[in-house]
């Protein structure tokens, strides 16, 4: 017979709620906020907790992926080109190359080992929280972190307010709504931020233009993935990914080089 270790549920509570304050403590005051953990924003998330920043991604859902458990109408496959094939073996991930340069990834492998990476790597990943404002501060102008609250608190349409959180870099890695440089240009249109919006599919040159574009929209306030096509007025591509690894590693490198 297996003797299972006993615990009071009062027990059971304590620790969760003293581990889960400490963690919010510190994450209150970070280096990066991602919102958002599709495959740009958890790429992203890995190489800045790799170089040492204090990363938290806030994950409306309950689950990490975005975009990848999806798929393509649902089937598990998705493609990726050179060179963001190297990202993909750097995290463990299996693909089959169909032809030169062009490899089928399984969704499942792909979410699982991306998000193990950036935990591995040092970041944080907080589900359930919708971030859905931004803070500023004057001289110079700059995004200074964000406002959180529980995504069912806002689903319940409860009279609630926010939390904030500090951080020097904020990551729009929230795809094709772009949700918070959307918030950012509404109500601090001296950020100058103009969002033309996503243009119809053209995979052939959106992949490129995607890792471009990612990058810096306003002081402490960038954009990669899906949201980069929003903002900047670029081609969707549908599901090849590539382009979604490489933005968040060029970002990364962006924000490690401007918060040094
Ligand atoms: O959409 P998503 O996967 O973003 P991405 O990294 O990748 C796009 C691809 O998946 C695909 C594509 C590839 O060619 O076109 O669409 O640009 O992931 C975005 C994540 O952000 C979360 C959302 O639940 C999803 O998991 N999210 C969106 N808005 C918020 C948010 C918010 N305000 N607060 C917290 N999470």
């Known amino acids: ?85 190297e990202i ?51 001289d110079p102008l700059r995004v200074a972190g964000v406002a959180v609250e529980w995504t069912s608190t806002q689903m319940s349409g409860l009279h609630v307010d926010p939390l904030f959180i500090s951080a020097k870099a904020v990551l729009d890695a929230t795809g094709h709504d772009s949700e918070i440089i959307s918030v950012a240009a509404r109500k601090l249109p001296e950020l100058n931020i103009q969002i033309p919006g996503e243009k119809s599919a053209y ?17 402490g306030l960038y954009s990669s993935g899906m949201a980069t096509a929003e903002v900047r007025g670029l081609p969707r591509m549908g599901p090849i990914f590539g382009a979604m690894l490489l933005s968040g590693r060029k970002v990364a490198e962006d924000i490690i080089h401007d918060i040094r």
């Open 88 to 138: 993909m073996e750097e995290v463990g991930v299996k693909m089959k190359e169909v032809e030169e340069g062009v490899f089928v990834v399984d969704t499942a492998e792909f979410m699982a080992k991306l998000g193990a990476a950036v935990v591995d790597a040092g970041a944080k990943i907080i589900h359930g929280v919708t971030v859905d404002d931004v803070i500023f501060r004057e």
């Open 203 to 219: 995979s052939e040159i959106a992949e490129e233009l995607v890792v471009m574009n990612s990058g810096k929209v306003a002081e």
């Open 1 to 85: 017979q297996i003797r299972i270790k006993q615990v009071d549920e009062k027990k059971i509570s304590q620790y969760i709620i003293k581990y889960t304050m400490e963690d919010w403590m510190s994450i209150v005051d970070s280096d990066v906020v991602i919102v958002g953990a599709g495959p740009s924003g958890m790429t992203a998330a890995y190489y800045l907790a790799k170089a040492g920043k204090k990363t938290v991604i806030f994950e409306r859902r309950l689950s990490f992926g975005g975009g990848i458990g999806g798929g393509a109408m649902n089937f598990h496959k998705v493609v990726i080109e050179t060179p963001a094939n």
